[in-house]
């Protein structure tokens, strides 16, 4: 049987919830609330019930699950009161601001036997997948970096999220989904965490970050999150022992170059303005392979049928609680890093 959702916050990403919900085989879109009463008519013009009031939501015996998509630092106490009245509860990214917050969380959900995930829909995004699947299928053998770069050029947007108070900034923004996506592909054993902020456009919050990632295999990840690059960088480049593979844009499939020779005896120099050069000359298809990689298919609907799958106890959380303690637990070593100036020990 289908679950009751609410959905509290009736904004961007609330919205996407609510047509989400509309049209998903494991939930029925019981109603939303929202703090806006402008948001509140908005939904009833769209023949959604509105609730008049958090407490009327939380007294409602109807509701299985409520989706929290408010902004960042209301999340902890909305979820709290959420599970504490024994809802299962999904938040939006980032899950909250700290570790400590996040703990307080976890507990609430413990103590109440409740489920409770974040909203990690880029791992549904399928240049993060094309990129997953060729790493762990050692496409280009074993993997010593990976950069994941988002370039746009249009600023921190001007709502709240360009507010310290409200939990703004784009690590919190971008950087989590992309820190996710990063532990998805490398896992967890990370041990060292550099990180730069940029304060270009905002000065009150990072408006662009470049945070570096060091493994106990010596591999490494690079994550760059930029608001003011008007040539953008490719999306991911990841470097392996047998190859490369790059995805430019979301739209583009991966390409990879996968060395067949490394030795030839027949280099052809390639010439610059110092002269001659072996070291940089191109290589040639009787060395490299070239191919486009197929494209993954993803359904975001798996999200919503994973975590009622999760209530019923026939799955697993996709996004368990250990996944959401260490996203955040990076988030902080970045914010750490950026601070000091220093390398962290993670
Ligand atoms: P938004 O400003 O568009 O919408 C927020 C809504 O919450 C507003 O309508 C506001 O009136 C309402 N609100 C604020 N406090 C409330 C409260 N205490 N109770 C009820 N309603 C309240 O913001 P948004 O872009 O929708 O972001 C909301 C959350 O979703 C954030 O945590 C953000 O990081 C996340 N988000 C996630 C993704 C994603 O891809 N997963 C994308 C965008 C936003």
């Known amino acids: 049987m289908k679950k009751n959702l609410v959905v509290v916050g009736f ?8 047509d989400h919900a509309l049209e998903s ?11 806006d009463p402008a ?27 409520i989706t929290v998509a408010i902004p960042n630092d209301q ?36 103590k109440n036997d409740k489920m409770f995930s974040v909203h990690q829909n880029r791992r549904f995004d399928v240049d993060y997948l094309a990129m997953k699947t060729i790493h762990d299928r050692g496409e280009i053998g074993d993997i010593f970096n990976i950069e994941s770069r988002v370039h746009g050029s249009r600023g921190i947007p001007s709502d709240w999220r360009g507010k310290k108070e409200f939990g703004g900034g784009m690590i919190y923004d971008w950087g989590i989904h992309l820190i996710d996506q990063i532990m998805m592909i490398k896992g967890k054993d990370i041990k060292k965490v550099y990180c730069r902020l940029d304060n270009i456009t905002n000065k009150e919050v990072d408006d662009g970050f470049k945070l570096e990632l060091y493994y106990g295999d010596s591999s490494r990840a690079y994550i760059e999150l930029g608001t003011y690059n008007f040539i953008a960088l490719p999306r991911f480049y990841m470097q392996g022992t047998k190859g490369t593979a790059i995805i430019t ?32 000359a191109p290589r040639d298809s009787v060395t490299v392979d070239e191919y486009e990689f197929e494209r993954p298919v993803s359904d975001v609907h798996d999200y919503y049928r994973n975590f009622c799958d999760a209530i019923e106890k026939k799955a697993d959380l996709m996004v368990s609680n250990e996944d959401m303690l260490f996203d955040i637990k990076v988030m902080e070593a970045a914010f750490r890093s950026a601070k000091s100036g220093q390398v962290i020990d993670f």
Do not use: Q
């Open 249 to 280: 844009d979301w739209r583009e499939n991966a390409k990879i170059v996968k060395c067949k020779h490394w030795h030839e005896s027949d280099v052809l120099p390639v010439e610059n303005a110092a002269g001659l050069t072996k070291t940089m």
């Open 75 to 110: 999340h902890k106490d909305v979820v709290v009161a959420a599970l504490n009245a024994g809802k299962h509860v999904l938040c939006e990214k980032p899950v909250t601001l700290s570790t400590e917050l996040l703990l307080e969380m976890i507990d609430a959900a413990n």
């Open 25 to 35: 085989d494991v939930v029925t879109l019981k109603g939303i609330y929202d703090i």
């Open 39 to 65: 948001k509140s008519a908005l939904a009833k013009s769209h023949g959604i019930y509105a609730y008049s009031s958090y407490d009327e939501v939380l007294a409602d015996k109807d509701v299985d699950i």
């Open 11 to 18: 904004g961007g990403m609330g919205s996407w919830h609510a």
